[in-house]
């Protein structure tokens, strides 16, 4: 298993940096402006989220900013 | 009229008074984190005293959230305040309050099974300001978390940077948290335990956000967790042999997470992709995958669609055994679940409706207020069953 995952990670990166050289202008981002696609509106809705799932899953962390502590959740 | 911030030097000399007080007593980077937000909040004002013109924005979100499984069932209600000053100063406040009812003996703290009913009370704050760096932005946060139950404490603070490149089409992400808990056990504790453990530790995360595409955006980072103290549940028993012996974790964690996250956005149907993956593994021999999809589908400008699936698969821990550890057994013990290997599929769907209708009556301050339901169903192989998590909620933008 972690053997696939360093591939898939890998793959991510690779299509991060190699995306970095396509250059997006102020006026073409409208699009990621629509509420789809602007996650910061669920932040205290996936607050609650991590906390449920870091208390019954080994894998706490990441981008849900959840750091664990108290209440039995490390 | 300079816009460029300064503090005054009142309000430094004060607070290097506190933080070298605070110190002396033998506290730590939780004071020198309140000086720096004080700091920061000060520069702050005297930006917005120049700008007079400009006003504040922000946001006021009140949220319902609702959990149930086999043998616990959370009710949170929380709310959270946000705003934000032209000159780029920006605040967060947060409160919620958890009730937790769960029919275990771990929860009960005795040899008995029983319903027990605990709160948990979590109060949070932000401060940070952005700062225009030639051509970039410096968004410099400081934040803190103080989270109680009836046996324990919690300090959750740190402090979060991003900076934008390229005409903000990359944002580089870094970040450091420290954790600081300390329990008072109730309930009788196995001998040379003592009966106020503490656990101590810091979070790093370093990530990069790029704009791909005028609808394509990829990010992901790396996050390191390095935990030192009492890690179990001081309630939990594990049996050696026919025996329940008090649970006994290893007292130090190491945890890496990687994640990343692409979203697209479908013009011609108003539609947004979210692919999220997650891999994680740590000093316990915990692998971990977390796949996600969400879909979010605009029905006209009022109203917003989510369907979600998540799906989780983990190892166990190197200690973890099941149903009991043989006679004579010393090592880490655990009765954990989330120890064992399992994995889960959760489901969910959120609706979300925009008050534009209120505009020019007597409520059209809250015209672009929006409400939110949301339903999530997981269903689980660990002993924790499966579960049921639903929310609603109101934002309201000022």
């Known amino acids: 298993m972690q053997a696939r995952t360093g591939t898939l990670v890998t793959l991510f990166w690779l299509v991060l940096v190699l995306g970095g050289c396509t250059h997006v202008r102020p006026y073409e981002r409208e699009y990621l402006a629509h509420p789809g696609m602007d996650l910061k509106r669920e ?20 981008s849900s900013d959840s750091t664990g502590g108290g209440c039995g959740c490390n | 009229m300079s816009s460029a911030p300064s ?40 930006v917005r005293a120049d700008e007079a013109s400009g006003r504040w924005s922000g946001e006021v979100e009140g949220r319902g959230n609702y959990f149930w499984e086999r043998s616990t069932r959370v009710i949170v209600p929380t709310f959270k305040v946000t705003a934000e000053s032209p000159s780029g100063v920006h ?25 027990f009913t605990e709160l948990r009370h979590g109060v949070g704050s932000a401060v940070g300001k952005r700062f225009a760096v030639g051509d970039s932005e410096l968004d410099l946060t400081v934040h803190g ?6 046996d324990y404490v919690s300090y959750i603070y740190g402090v979060d940077s991003s900076l934008t490149l390229d005409d903000k089409n990359t944002t580089l992400n870094l970040g450091l948290t420290r954790v600081d808990d300390h329990w008072e056990i109730a309930g009788p504790v196995a001998v040379g335990q003592s009966r106020t453990p503490s656990l101590g530790g810091f979070t ?30 001081p309630y939990r028993r594990a049996l050696i042999g026919p025996l329940p012996h008090m649970e006994n974790h290893p007292h ?25 993956y997650k891999a994680y593994i740590d000093s316990w021999s915990i692998a971990a995958l977390t796949p996600e999809l969400r879909v979010y589908q605009e029905l006209g400008e ?3 669609a989510r369907a979600r699936y998540r799906y989780y698969v983990q190892d166990h821990a190197y200690f973890y055994e099941s149903p009991r550890y043989p006679r004579g057994y010393t090592g880490p013990l655990t009765n954990d679940p989330k120890m064992a290997e399992f994995e889960s599929q959760q489901l969910g769907l959120k609706l979300e409706y925009r008050l534009s209708f209120l505009a020019r009556s007597i409520f059209d301050f809250a015209k672009e207020t929006w409400l939110d339901l949301s339903f999530d169903r997981q269903w689980c192989t660990s002993s924790f069953g499966d579960n049921v998590s639903a929310t609603a909620g109101a934002r309201l933008p000022f």
């Open chain 2, 145 to 150: 978390k103080y989270s109680t139950e009836n």
């Open chain 2, 252 to 276: 130090e964690r190491l945890r890496h997470n990687f994640d990343a996250h692409l979203a697209w956005f479908v013009p011609r149907t108003s539609t947004s992709f979210h692919l999220f």
């Open chain 2, 91 to 115: 605040l967060k406040a947060d409160y919620l309050i958890d009730v937790i009812s769960s029919a275990s003996i771990a929860q009960t703290g005795g040899g008995k099974d029983g319903v």
């Open chain 2, 204 to 233: 790093t995360r370093a990530g990069v956000s790029q704009l791909l595409s005028p609808t394509l955006v990829l990010s992901g980072g790396y996050q390191l967790g390095v935990l030192e103290g009492f890690l179990g549940n």
């Open chain 2, 7 to 46: 503090v005054p030097a009142g309000a430094l000399a004060a607070g290097t008074q506190l933080a070298s007080a605070a110190c002396r007593r033998g506290c730590n980077g939780l004071w020198v984190l309140l000086l720096m937000a004080a700091v920061l909040f000060c520069g702050g004002g005297r």
């Open chain 2, 302 to 304: 009022n109203f917003v």
């Open chain 1, 43 to 62: 932040a205290l809705a996936t607050e609650f989220e991590a906390h449920a799932h870091d208390a019954r899953e080994g894998a706490v962390g990441g």
